[in-house]
């Protein structure tokens, strides 16, 4: 298949929904000659900082000469920013390629477009001939499609309240599935948990009897200077700058070094703080609490559930900026979204807001949701096209800083609508010697 064709028939899957299970991928694997026991992995999993954590680790292992392969969801605009080489989205060449593989070992079978992403990315890692790879959960732990492997190590990101219909209605519901990625006696670094998440994931790893590492006992970093921090572990790193902005990155970063010093226990690399640095201050991961270089600002934010939002509204104060335009969207896969909830929380702050319905393959909150949900409000304006709504908000933004957020697909879109303009990274890194 071209690359356009193999897109097609990989997008015809979307409307096979979210089917929780590892019968189909284990089926599929084993068809491809289970290419994920191939090269070693380590395993993320939690609600927010997967994906900005996933990042730190595979920057930080590609800088000490480990061949990487990133598997991440979902995409902002190609299928192809899902597979990263060496911080390189998979070509689409190969990713065509890869595809057709995959697509002839399935056959007439069954199965829902993550999984079929997933044994692309482990086809795909094993075809490379990558050192390590480093998997990022799609929805959950427990019966996602990634939970196949059993990895070197695993990570476990702050875990809060998303997709409820899928993974339970309680915090400790919700943990014991991100849980499940713990496997026996494999290393887990923990971030910092509300107290009903952690005690269920504990649990877990005693009956297990896998190793917990705890941000704030084992391992913590904490600023040295207005612009550095300070990392203590197994090593004491000082003078770390980093790249993306927000407070919760200093975590999300901690939890990355960590891991590395796992990996180094196991022979995998030995640090440098030197390579550790260049690592640190090049990572990339776009549309998390990113500025776009307009006058003023716009500020693309993945914030999709109440704990980002609060996230967000607290990176804004920390960076001086207390009003703003909004232009927000949701997703509500599932029917549990508290988009109202979400919206209510950042509102007041919001001098202007342009509602619309965000692009991609997930239910939308329709426009007609939102306009039950709120009261009339002269300040809120409707728009069901992005494209429309994103005109609208940047012809009324003045002074004050546009901040796109509520959906990751949103922020990706415009983005990339905006990226002509700009000379901005594609979410490709390579480090220049």
């Not at 612009?227 to 700058?241: N, S």
């Not at 993945?302 to 900026?321: C, P, T, W, Y």
């Not at 508290?338 to 329709?366: D, N, Q, S, W």
């Not at 546009?402 to 990274?425: F, K």
Request: glycine fraction near 8%.
């Amino acid at each position: 298949m071209e690359f356009n064709e193999a897109k097609n028939w990989l997008s015809g899957f979307q409307f096979h929904g979210i089917k929780p299970g590892l019968s189909r991928i284990n089926k599929l694997l084993a068809s491809l000659g289970h290419p994920e026991k191939n090269y070693p992995c380590v395993h993320l999993a939690g609600t927010n900082g997967k994906g900005s954590t996933a990042a730190f680790l595979e920057s930080i292992l590609r800088a000490h000469g480990l061949k990487t392969g990133l598997y991440t969801s979902p995409h902002l605009v190609s299928v192809c920013e899902r597979f990263k080489i060496n911080g390189k989205n998979l070509s689409e060449e190969k990713f065509a390629k890869y595809c057709t593989d995959v697509k002839e070992v399935l056959g007439t079978g069954e199965a829902t477009y993550f999984e079929l992403t997933t044994a692309i990315a482990f086809w795909a890692f094993s075809q490379e001939k990558i050192d390590i790879a480093i998997i990022e959960c799609g929805l959950g732990g427990r019966l996602d499609a990634t939970n196949v492997i059993t990895p070197a190590l695993s990570i476990i990101t702050p875990i809060s309240y998303d997709h409820m219909a899928y993974l339970g209605e309680t915090l400790s519901q919700i943990a014991r599935e991100k849980a499940g990625i713990i496997k026996p006696g494999i290393p887990v670094v923990l971030a910092p948990q509300r107290e009903e998440a952690r005690e269920v994931i504990l649990k877990s790893a005693r009956q297990k009897k896998a190793p917990v590492y705890q941000y704030g006992r084992d391992f913590r970093c904490k600023p040295s200077t207005k612009d550095t921090h300070r990392y203590e572990g197994a090593h004491v790193f000082e003078g770390l700058v980093l790249s993306l902005r927000g407070e919760y990155q200093v975590e999300n970063m901690a939890l990355a070094i960590k891991a590395a010093e796992i990996l180094e226990e196991k022979g995998f690399l030995r640090l440098s703080e030197e390579k550790l640095k260049k690592a640190l201050s090049t990572t990339f991961w776009p549309c998390r609490f990113e500025f776009l270089p307009f006058e003023p600002p716009v500020i693309l934010d993945a914030a999709h559930n109440e704990e980002g939002i609060n996230l967000l509204l607290k990176n804004l104060s920390q960076a001086g900026i207390e009003k703003f335009i909004l232009l927000f969207a949701a997703s509500n896969e599932g029917g549990t979204k508290p988009f109202y909830k979400m919206l209510e929380k950042i509102m007041p702050k919001a001098a202007k807001i342009f509602i619309c319905e965000p692009p991609g393959p997930r239910a939308p909150v329709t426009i007609e949701e939102w306009k039950k949900a709120l009261n009339s409000n002269e300040n809120i304006s409707y728009y069901k096209s992005w494209e429309e709504a994103l005109l609208a908000a940047r012809k009324s933004q003045g002074k004050l800083p546009l901040v796109v957020a509520g959906s990751l697909y949103l922020a990706g879109r415009v983005r990339n609508a905006l990226a002509d303009n700009l000379n901005i990274c594609d979410g490709d890194q390579s480090f220049v010697d």
